[in-house]
């Protein structure tokens, strides 16, 4: 009797055993198969090869739309003296909004990550959001007129924020392990002086990263191409 | 033999039976399962040396786990890996009692 009472305990132990064996097994091969769902890269290099011909495409549209524009612009403003007022106006609020290709002097700063003894891990991130965004206020705090980073002009309504394993600009996705351009037009030796000051430039970004600046008395920034929507912001008109 | 057909069953349940158990208890399971196989590996010995008392075994299959699944919380609340200390415990006890396990099986064949 005895016997047959440690027989059955161990039993069902055993059934308990392998119920969680075999449980935790379903469970852990559950998981590997929902890590493994990001395996279809080559599609997604096609696609990315894709969008960038057709994001190409689009950019010459623009600027054949542009060029004429600026043909009837140009044929307006010639009229008389209110409608060439007109125009150096829009071109004033155009500069602010990023909306033109602007020139000028200015600096450039080059942030370029170190690579490591032991092989650079590259899912490691070197540059951050943070560092991007505090740069690109050090360089407004210095009257800067206008920023780019890789090229992507920065307007009062760009964000600086990371995604996944790039950082989004303007809907623009940089690489943050790879060299970032900062382009900035203003009085290049204000502009300098402001990141060369101590603390302009955040420690840690820094360490991760040789950063290199030259002055330039010929930057060029490309405009901001998307348009402006105003859904919700009116403006308010007093009596 | 009680024992295989035991595992068996519990393992077919464990595969057919689809219970939710919430993920974030996975690693709670993981070391339950160690501190069990140990209670299991120390009945074998008990069973093959003569001295296998059912009682000792239960509490300890129980317990065990129970230990162990409190030291996989208490190391999750203070953020250092206690857990390892179960594991390296119960894994060492494990290859202990392979290693008497197998001393005795081989004493036994030549005995005969």
Redesign the interface.
């Known amino acids: 009797m005895k016997k047959f ?24 091969s559950k ?1 590997n198969l929902v890590a493994d769902t990001n395996n279809n890269t080559p599609e997604i290099i096609t696609e990315n090869e894709q969008l960038k011909k057709s994001k190409q495409e689009m950019q010459k549209k623009i600027e054949e739309l542009d060029a004429k524009t600026k043909e009837y612009e140009n044929a307006a403003k010639g009229r008389d003296e209110e409608s060439g007022l007109l125009y150096k106006d829009l071109e004033e609020t155009r500069i602010l909004t990023g909306g033109t290709e602007v020139g000028g002097q200015g600096i450039i700063i080059y942030i370029t990550p170190k690579s490591d003894i032991f092989g650079s891990d590259p899912q490691k991130q070197l540059i951050d959001d943070k560092d991007l965004v505090h740069i690109v206020n050090e360089l407004n705090i210095a009257d800067a007129e206008a920023i780019s980073i890789n090229d992507i002009r920065l307007t009062s309504r760009s964000g600086i924020r990371n995604a996944g394993n790039t950082i989004i600009i303007n809907d623009e996705r940089i690489s943050y392990n790879k060299r970032i351009i900062i382009k900035a037009i203003g009085k290049k030796d204000l502009l300098e002086g402001a990141i060369s000051f101590p603390g302009a430039i955040p420690q840690e970004l820094s360490q991760a990263c040789d950063i290199t600046m030259e002055k330039s008395d010929k930057i060029v920034i490309p405009k901001y191409n998307k348009i402006y929507k105003f859904e919700f912001a009116k403006p308010i008109e007093k009596k | 033999m ?14 057919v ?1 689809n ?1 939710d ?1 919430p ?1 974030k208890f ?1 690693p709670y ?2 070391v ?2 160690f501190a ?2 140990d ?2 590996f120390g ?1 074998l010995r008990g069973t093959i040396s003569h001295n ?3 009682d000792i ?2 509490s300890g ?1 129980f317990g065990n786990a129970a230990l162990a699944v409190a030291m996989v919380y208490l190391g999750d609340k203070l953020g250092i890996p206690i857990y390892l200390a179960a594991v390296i415990v119960f894994g060492g006890r494990i290859f202990d009692n392979f290693a008497i396990i197998r001393r005795l099986l081989i004493d036994k064949t030549k005995s005969h």
């Open positions: 009472r440690s027989q059955m305990s161990i039993g069902i132990i055993c059934v308990l055993l392998g119920f969680m064996i075999s449980y935790q097994f379903k469970m852990i998981q | 009680v024992a295989f057909v035991g595992l068996l069953i519990g393992v077919i349940l464990g595969i039976w219970v158990i993920v996975s399971i993981s339950a399962i069990c196989l209670s299991v009945a296998f008392r059912a075994f239960i299959f």
